[in-house]
């Protein structure tokens, strides 16, 4: 595998691999890999003949207040990780290659961007769609695989990508789980001992959302809210910062509870780890 720092240096490689005729499929990332990230990996790898992955903690997506400086970080042990999954780049710039003194662009996408996580971390998805647009220019892929637990990001990115004309591919994979139905993330590994059953409630009222949907053929949108939340809520570690059903497509809330219906929510534990779920409230997983 090889570990590239510099954007003319991957860009390099991948016009290499364009002129052999070969497809590339990029994994966007912020490193601290887990299985989730392996899985997109040995996506994009099911997609493209070369696979990038770029591993980037990009400062201008966090707020002031988030966890940019304690973000969990370890270059070595991500490569090895990477590289177990069969990765031939693993592309790594810093700060400054970014985001140079005079830095001066912003990819702004107006209504998906602006409710249920862009509401609550403002300007975040500007971090988002900024990064994700230099990292196509930078790597030229012909795919790009995303996280389907970031489900409005994925959104985003789709948006991004038709409004921009980016002659990629967007691949969304599914939530990868652990046993207890914790949605892989990196930012799990903040969560102490105890904070884990307060973490688990975010699976687990999804859980009892989408039963009330099996057993309820008329279940209301407000009643599922409410029995999701009353699982979260029997932890007092858990603040809700939204809980929706919301369109999969446009992202707006839904009046009914439809096929096309997502359930979407963010819990901050603690006041300090914020834990994003989703999923389908009927079908799908
Ligand atoms: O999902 C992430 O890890 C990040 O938001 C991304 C897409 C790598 C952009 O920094």
Not at 50 to 72: A, M, R, W
Not at 92 to 106: R, V
């Amino acid at each position: 595998m090889k570990v590239v720092s510099s954007a003319v240096g991957v860009q390099e490689i991948s016009r290499r691999y364009r002129g052999n005729g070969l497809k590339i499929g990029l994994v966007p990332t912020m490193g601290w890999f887990h299985e989730g990230h392996l899985a997109l990996m040995k996506e994009a790898r099911n997609h493209a003949d070369k696979v990038i992955v770029s591993l980037f903690v990009n400062p201008i997506q966090f707020g002031p207040s988030e966890d940019f400086d304690s973000y969990p970080h370890d270059l070595e042990r991500d490569c090895k990780l990477a590289e177990e999954v069969g990765v031939d780049v693993l592309y790594a710039p810093n700060k400054e290659l970014m985001y140079p003194d005079g830095f001066s662009t912003t990819v702004h996408i107006e209504g998906l961007a602006s409710g249920l996580c862009g509401g609550d971390r403002p300007g975040h998805f500007d971090g988002v769609t900024t990064v994700v647009s230099k990292l196509f220019n930078q790597t030229l892929p012909h795919v790009a695989v995303f996280g389907e637990k970031d489900f409005q990001q994925l959104a985003v990115i789709r948006q991004l990508v038709r409004d921009l004309d980016f002659p990629i591919e967007i691949i969304g994979h599914p939530i990868v789980r652990e046993k207890s139905g914790l949605a892989m993330s990196s930012r799990n590994s903040y969560l102490k001992k105890d904070e884990m059953t307060a973490a688990h409630s975010l699976s687990k009222g999804i859980a009892s959302g989408r039963k009330l949907a099996l057993e309820k053929k008329e279940v209301s949108v407000r009643e599922i809210k409410k029995t999701v939340a009353g699982v979260i809520l029997t932890h007092p570690e858990c603040d809700i910062d939204y809980i929706e059903v919301v369109d999969q497509v446009t992202l707006q809330n839904c009046k009914y509870v439809t096929s096309d219906s997502m359930l979407v929510l963010a819990v901050t534990i603690n006041k300090r780890i914020r834990l994003i779920d989703n999923s389908k409230i009927r079908n799908g997983r």
